[in-house]
């Protein structure tokens, strides 16, 4: 006796929601769509990001040398506090 091959065609839906309006909408299983329709083709219309991936770096601003700033050292008895905080 043979076996016999029964095929289904189902689909597996899960619920997700929309990065860009926040929408609920159904999206096959372990699909990898973010926005929803609607916004899927405003974003496809918007130019491309201009900035490099890649490690994000901090802005820095002028270095200063070793001697370029020199601190006067603190006279004895003089409290900063009690001059009113000011420099």
């Known amino acids: ?3 016999k091959s029964i095929s289904t065609n189902e689909l597996s839906l899960e619920l997700k929601y929309c990065e ?3 929408g609920l909408w159904l999206r096959p299983m372990g ?3 973010v926005y929803c329709v609607a ?3 405003a974003m496809a219309e918007l130019p491309p990001a201009s900035c490099e991936i890649g ?3 901090v802005p ?3 270095q200063l040398g070793g001697n370029a700033v020199e601190f ?3 006279e004895e008895g003089t409290d900063m506090d009690a001059a009113g905080g000011t420099a």
């Open 1 to 3: 006796m043979k076996a």
């Open 20 to 22: 860009r309006c926040g």
């Open 31 to 33: 699909g990898d769509q």
């Open 39 to 41: 916004c899927g083709r």
């Open 55 to 57: 490690s994000p770096r």
């Open 60 to 62: 820095r601003g002028p």
């Open 72 to 74: 006067e050292a603190r």
